[in-house]
C-alpha cells in the first residue's frame, strides 16, 4: 500500500507565500518524477511543476520564476514554494509520485489533493 499525503494548503493574499508538501509513504521500492499538478473550477488539471529523481526541473510558463520545485530523497518528500501567488493561482493542487513498488510495479500514484485560495 503507497499513500502521497499533502499539506501546507490553505487561504493567501496576492502577492502572498505558501509551501506544499507531499510526503510519500508505504511500500515504495524507487520514486522516479514527482509533480504537482493543480485544477481550477470548470478547467481542466494541468501540470505545474515536475521534479525527476536527479533534481531536473520542468515549470509551466504561468508559475516560472514564482514557483520552485525540490524533493527530499531520503525523505521520499517533495516540496512546492509558490511565491507572488496570484487569483488565478486558486485551485486544488495534487502531487504525483512515478513510483515502483517493492513488489516490483509501476504506478501512477496520486495524493488527494490540498486547497490553495488567493484572494485579491
Known amino acids: 500500500q503507497v499513500q502521497l499525503v499533502e499539506s501546507g494548503g490553505g487561504l493567501v493574499q496576492a502577492g502572498g507565500s505558501l509551501r506544499l508538501s507531499c510526503a510519500a509513504s508505504?511500500?515504495?521500492?524507487?520514486?522516479?518524477?514527482m509533480g504537482w499538478y493543480r485544477q481550477a473550477p470548470g478547467k481542466q488539471r494541468e501540470p505545474v511543476a515536475i521534479?525527476?529523481?536527479?533534481?531536473?526541473?520542468n515549470y509551466a510558463d504561468s508559475v516560472k520564476g514564482r514557483f520552485t520545485i525540490s524533493r527530499d530523497n531520503a525523505k521520499n518528500t517533495v516540496y512546492l514554494q509558490m511565491n507572488s501567488l496570484k487569483p488565478e493561482d486558486t485551485a486544488v493542487y495534487s502531487c504525483?509520485?512515478?513510483?515502483?513498488?517493492?513488489?516490483?510495479?509501476?504506478?501512477?500514484?496520486w495524493g488527494q489533493g490540498t486547497q490553495v485560495t488567493v484572494s485579491s
Open positions: 508505504g511500500s515504495i521500492f524507487k520514486i522516479n518524477d
Open positions: 504525483n509520485a512515478q513510483l515502483i513498488t517493492t513488489m516490483g510495479r509501476l504506478y501512477d500514484w
Open positions: 521534479i525527476t529523481s536527479g533534481g531536473s526541473t
